[in-house]
């Protein structure tokens, strides 16, 4: 299974992008694929093609409205089953015997 931590944005449109942001999370938020939203980016858990195709289609929706973007991607591959997205941060928290903030 794959975490996959992932920014994408313009670079063209000036200081603030929310608006060219926000359709992409929104086609996240409907993939039905886990994932953990943070201020610099966005993690999801899957495999690798429906991963890459969800990002892919992430890169097309912002292509719509511009003309330089950035992706930046961290990945974690373990085969192991799914749920790693939320039981990493449980085991920190039972080790720390104490909940974490979560972003």
């Not at 429906?50 to 950035?70: A, H, N, P, S, V």
């Amino acid at each position: 299974m794959i975490l996959l931590e992932f920014s994408l944005y313009p670079t063209d449109k000036g200081e603030s992008v929310s608006k060219y942001v926000a359709p992409v999370l929104d086609r996240i938020d409907k993939s039905g694929i886990p994932y953990r939203l943070t201020p610099m980016g966005t993690i999801l858990e899957g495999d690798w093609d429906e991963i890459f195709g969800l990002i892919k289609k992430c890169y097309e929706e912002m292509r719509k409205d511009c003309k330089r973007i950035t992706l930046n991607i961290q990945m974690d591959y373990r085969d192991a089953p799914v749920g790693r997205l939320t039981s990493k941060v449980e085991k920190l928290e039972k080790v720390l015997h104490r909940p974490l903030k979560k972003g």
